[in-house]
């Protein structure tokens, strides 16, 4: 049952899915006489929880014209459709990286009082995990449906409340990638000193 700070993610944003890639791929195409544009695709293995790493980006060169509703927007919110449906936001301005199809793209209309950054962490959030089971409980397969994307229910509280706990978050959020990187850097160490005594 809907409570009156609880809304539909399809009420409060435009949710489409990402381009098929395959088809504009220029080694497909049998017109190789028309100028070729080169874009950046978004891979699943670039995509964490609130991170993009655009390093893992894929290369996409094509003969055809990309529709702009692909190409992705600052703001923009997208989430992978299979699990574990990890969402980022998109915080660069670029204009040739693509969002392919196993990803939704999530909008938020002009209208509403809901802050981007606020809504990915949200959508990263067990709760939402549990109704992303629940939407696709039964199927085989569990890969997410826009239709799906649609009917997930967050709570809507006041903007500035939403811009406070965003804040917070990204700080908590960037303190778990320097932890992260901290234990990385200290695992190529140890395996330094293990391997110049074995020598």
């Known amino acids: 049952m809907k409570t009156t700070n609880e809304v539909k993610l399809g009420e409060i944003a ?11 791929d220029a080694e497909n195409s049998k017109n190789n006489d028309f100028p070729l544009n080169y874009y950046k695709t978004i891979s699943n293995k670039s995509v ?25 927007k600052e703001n923009d919110i997208i989430m992978k459709l299979s699990p574990p449906y990890n969402v980022s936001i998109i915080d660069f301005k670029k204009n040739y990286v693509i969002v392919p199809l196993n990803f939704a793209i999530i909008r938020l209309k002009k209208d509403v009082e809901f802050f981007p950054m606020y809504l990915s962490y949200l959508l990263n959030s067990y709760n939402i995990r549990k109704q992303l089971s629940r939407l696709v409980e039964g199927s085989g397969i569990q890969v997410m449906k826009i239709s799906h994307v649609k009917e997930i229910k967050v709570k809507k509280i006041a903007i500035s409340k939403q811009k406070k706990y965003a804040k917070l ?31």
Request: glycine share 2%; charged share 35%.
């Open 169 to 199: 978050f990204s700080l908590l959020n960037e303190r778990k990638k320097l932890m992260k990187r901290k234990f990385e850097v200290e695992e190529i160490l140890s395996e330094n000193i293990i391997n110049q005594l074995n020598n």
């Open 14 to 24: 435009k949710v489409s899915s990402g381009m098929f890639t395959k088809r504009y």
């Open 48 to 72: 964490e929880e609130n991170y993009i790493n655009e390093n893992l980006f894929e290369n996409l060169s094509t003969d055809r014209d990309i529709d702009s509703k692909y190409i992705a």
